[in-house]
């Protein structure tokens, strides 16, 4: 005698287990008919496809979902005003594509600059980028241009307002990065009652295949790099740490023969 399949696995009254979303959490577990499901992305990934919420319905003499489980993907740029939250590279915890332009807008409240925190960065080397801009608009002062595994600690903006912009090109991609940034520290106070207590800039970094000469960062301090042989500094100009606590240019990178073969990559 032949039975119908889903007469045999549900019982007639029940959907088939959806499972959880990838990046994504699951919020309860009936399968009755008329009974719904709810999912949520972890933070930092966005729905791209599905539904928050799904039900069980009959349809056409079938018991089934009445939508898609929802798809949780870093997303490629965006407005954030959250106070506090992260960032991803598109397509983590995988490797991000090729050929991306992906420009994230942070705001927060007028008088609370903002801080990014870097817990893991790893691009190619001179040719996948993250720009980061002090102000709302790829016009803003640039902060610094990052690639490779080198990257500052922490970040903070002198305005309500941070610009990201990650490019990278059409070879070669790597795992990207997690970022976090928050305008208000866990106990209430703005990020600016904390960095007004501080006399000096942050750590500007190390160019990937090159040194840094000099550790003071006061107001005023002058640091410069070198690199390593076969390597040429892109600038050869000295950071200065102005009054403001940021330092006058962005951190140089150590350019080999690879950079100037970039278009037979």
């Known amino acids: 005698m032949f039975l119908n ?11 088939p287990d959806p499972g959880v979303p990838v990046n994504g959490k699951r919020f309860g577990d009936s399968l009755q008919l008329g009974s719904s499901i709810s999912f949520l992305c972890d933070e930092g990934f966005l729905g791209t496809q599905g539904s928050e919420t799904i ?7 079938s018991v089934v979902w009445n939508s898609a489980v929802l798809r949780c993907e870093a997303p490629c ?14 397509g983590w915890p995988g490797f991000y594509k090729d050929a991306l332009s992906c420009a994230w807008v942070i705001e927060a409240q007028p008088g609370y600059p903002i801080k990014i925190t870097f817990d893991r960065f790893k691009t190619e080397v001179n040719y996948d980028t993250l720009e980061v801009r002090d102000g709302r608009t790829y016009s803003a002062p ?28 059409k070879s070669h991609s790597d795992i990207g990065f997690q970022l976090r940034y928050e305008s208000e520290s866990r106990c209430g106070r703005s990020i600016s009652a904390i960095t007004l207590q501080s006399d000096h800039c942050l750590d500007p970094g190390i160019p990937v295949n090159g040194q840094r000469h000099g ?18 500094l892109s600038d050869g100009e000295p950071l200065e740490c102005e009054p403001n606590f940021q330092w006058s240019r962005a951190l140089p990178s150590c350019e080999g023969e690879a950079h100037h073969e970039g278009a037979l990559k």
């Open 5 to 15: 399949p889903i007469y045999t696995a549900f019982r007639h009254n029940e959907c």
């Open 55 to 61: 039900t069980c319905i009959l349809k056409e003499g």
């Open 77 to 90: 740029g965006g407005h954030l005003t959250s106070p506090s939250g992260t960032i991803l590279s598109p």
């Open 142 to 169: 640039l902060i610094g241009v990052y690639h490779g595994t080198q990257v500052p600690q922490f970040l903070i903006s002198t305005s309500n307002y941070l610009y990201l912009l990650f490019s990278t090109d």
């Open 215 to 232: 550790n003071d960062f006061y107001v005023g301090a002058l640091v410069t790099f070198s690199c390593d042989s076969g390597y040429t």
